[in-house]
Antibody, heavy 119, light 106 residues
Framework: EVQLVESGGGLVQPGRSMKLSCAAS????????MAWVRQAPTKGLEWVAT????????YYRDSVKGRFTISRDNAKSTLYLQMNSLRSEDTATYYC????????????WGPGTMVTVSS | DTVLTQSPALAVSPGERVTISCRAS??????MHWYQQKPGQQPKLLIY???NLESGVPARFSGSGSGTDFTLTIDPVEANDTATYFC?????????FGAGTKLELK
């Protein structure tokens, strides 16, 4: 059974940093691209970043470029999101998702971790 | 960015047929996917590639469309289909989601 479990969320002040982790199990992690998708409270879904199966390619939405870094450790089957210079508009539940090629949809989602950026 | 427009809400009775629409601001070929999100839960994939049913999803769910106009159909609707349904495109960068259609049962 595919499982994705996020951790690392919480309350953080504007301008500070936070690192999210996602532990994956139930599939061969190194065979799949992975992504982060976020959802602000009572809002819709927003793609944040994607990383290729081997970590060689990364993609970001414009609003987080230069501030967020997606990475992975295939030996540990773990996905990361390093978030720097956090803003109030980054407040959201962050979901770890598995990316299915070649259509690039999100076929499995973790339960999410909440990030609140506030002073 | 490609804007996906969905109707905000629908209300139907159990046993009826419901269609949820998603219109793209530009062509997305057949790279349209549908998700169901129940309150307090993560989204769940229902349909990928416009019309392909994800494994384990009941055959009551179906999808159609290409280019800019897409439809998710539930027939017949059951009480536990109460949820918000999102469309998502993966043809144009960045990938975008619709705002969601909240389905309520009468």
């Amino acid at each position: 059974e595919v499982q994705l479990v996020e951790s690392g969320g919480g309350l953080v002040q504007p301008g500070r940093s936070m690192k999210l982790s996602c532990a994956a199990s139930g599939f061969t992690f190194s065979n799949y691209g992975m992504a982060w998708v976020r959802q602000a409270p009572t809002k819709g879904l927003e793609w944040v970043a994607t990383i290729s199966y081997d970590g060689s390619s990364t993609y970001y939405r414009d609003s987080v470029k230069g501030r967020f870094t997606i990475s992975r450790d295939n030996a540990k089957s773990t996905l990361y999101l390093q978030m720097n210079s956090l803003r109030s508009e980054d407040t959201a539940t962050y979901y770890c998702t598995r990316v299915n090629n070649p259509y690039w949809y999100f076929d499995f989602w973790g339960p999410g971790t909440m990030v609140t950026v506030s002073s | 960015d490609t804007v996906l427009t969905q109707s905000p809400a629908l209300a139907v009775s159990p046993g009826e047929r419901v269609t949820i629409s998603c219109r793209a601001s530009e062509s997305v070929s057949t790279r349209m996917h549908w998700y169901q999100q129940k309150p307090g839960q993560q989204p769940k994939l229902l349909i990928y590639g416009a019309s392909n049913l994800e494994s384990g999803v009941p055959a009551r769910f179906s999808g159609s469309g290409s280019g800019t106009d897409f439809t998710l159909t539930i027939d017949p609707v059951e009480a536990n289909d109460t949820a918000t349904y999102f469309c998502q495109q993966s043809w144009n960068d960045p990938y975008t989601f619709g705002a969601g259609t909240k389905l309520e049962l009468k």
